[in-house]
């Protein structure tokens, strides 16, 4: 846990975000992030759907507090857009309300948040609204319910660690939905805190919108998770066509090909742009053993020792505070 608090922590620090931005990718995020422009992310996208893998795209973007950024933001994903539509690739967008001015205007984030749909809706490209931490829970559904009612072609996530989960699975169940654990630290009475709650919570989700659910994207990198979904389906009946397997872009790239070579729907989350660090500390946070599987990529003697001092520090911080408690 100690170690989930220091990436959420550095994901967090506006300093080392725009630090990572000066230096691009010479960080060492290169091998989980398709790129820092369209271009480099289109070509990654059609390598994979070479392979039998379709995509869903996040155009990166961090500690939105202008409108114009949010403008800049929502007409990049328009971009994007066309561009799928342009090489008739096999991906959607996933986006993120803050991203869009969510912490701005309500009311303004909405109104790009409907020009995108709009956009995607006229290409059949579908758009899923990526949820965060707490704070933007709510108001991230109530623009889903609100945008549904002019649009068919939008999914949402749901984060397994909230208590709301359950609600929330069962009043969207219509939706096409990403099931994932969580990536955010959230206080106890809104979320589950241990490990074990939070798996055993994921796999009870993933059960029930199975069952029940429109259409289920299984956002997992975990082997076991995986293979109990595989005994599940085929003990209940359910067909290939209601299900996706979902990894994130440089991890466990065998695996990657081996599910969608054995037939199963499989879509990589193919993130791009200079805004690339909160993301990949969170993916560090969320799942630790993400460290493992990209250490040898990522963590090399090119590495600039930013990460490494500003995570010590970070750390020291909190230990320190814990003893003068």
């Given at each position: 846990m100690v170690l989930k608090d220091v990436f959420i922590g550095l994901s967090q620090n506006q300093f080392l975000n725009n630090t990572a931005k000066k230096?691009?990718?010479?960080?060492?995020?290169?091998?989980?992030?398709a790129g820092t422009n369209l271009t480099e992310a289109i070509k990654s996208i059609k390598e994979l759907n070479a392979k039998g893998i379709s995509c869903t795209v996040d155009n990166l973007g961090e500690f939105v507090f202008e409108k114009s950024e949010a403008?800049?933001?929502?007409?990049?994903?328009?971009?994007v857009i066309e561009a799928i539509h342009e090489h008739q690739a096999d991906a959607h967008i996933s986006l993120k309300p803050s991203q869009l001015g969510l912490d701005i205007d309500y009311s303004f984030c909405l109104e790009n948040l409907r020009e995108i749909a709009a956009r995607a809706y006229q290409y059949g490209i579908f758009i899923n609204i990526d949820m965060e931490d707490y704070n933007r829970l709510q108001p991230s559904f109530d623009m889903l319910d609100e945008l549904s009612k002019e649009y068919d072609n939008l999914g949402t996530v749901i984060q397994a660690y909230f208590f709301r989960a359950d609600d929330d699975i069962?009043?969207?169940?219509?939706?096409?939905?990403?099931?994932?654990?969580?990536?955010?630290?959230?206080?106890?009475?809104?979320?589950?805190?241990?490990?074990?709650?939070?798996?055993?919570?994921?796999?009870?989700?993933?059960?029930?919108?199975?069952?029940?659910?429109?259409f289920t994207s299984i956002a997992t990198h975990d082997h076991?998770?995986?293979?109990?979904?595989?005994?599940?389906?085929?003990?209940?009946?359910?067909?290939?066509?209601?299900?996706?397997f979902q990894m994130l872009y440089g991890f466990r790239k065998?695996?990657?090909?081996?599910?969608?070579?054995?037939?199963?729907?499989?879509?990589?989350?193919?993130?791009?742009?200079?805004d690339w660090y909160g993301y990949f500390m969170r993916r560090l946070a969320e799942r630790p053993q993400n460290l493992n599987l990209v250490a040898k990529q990522v963590f090399t003697k090119k590495t600039n020792t930013i990460i490494g001092v500003a995570a010590g520090a970070f750390l020291l911080g909190r230990l320190t505070k814990r003893r003068n408690k």
């Open positions: 230096y691009g990718l010479k960080l060492g995020a290169q091998s989980v992030v403008t800049e933001a929502k007409n990049q994903i328009l971009e069962e009043k969207y169940k219509n939706y096409r939905l990403r099931i994932v654990k969580g990536a955010y630290k959230e206080p106890e009475d809104v979320a589950f805190q241990t490990k074990e709650e939070i798996d055993k919570h994921y796999i009870q989700l993933i059960e029930w919108h199975l069952l029940n659910g429109k076991r998770v995986i293979n109990h979904v595989k005994q599940f389906v085929k003990e209940h009946q359910i067909s290939n066509d209601k299900f996706e065998e695996m990657q090909l081996d599910l969608a070579s054995e037939g199963y729907n499989f879509c990589t989350y193919v993130p791009f742009g200079h």
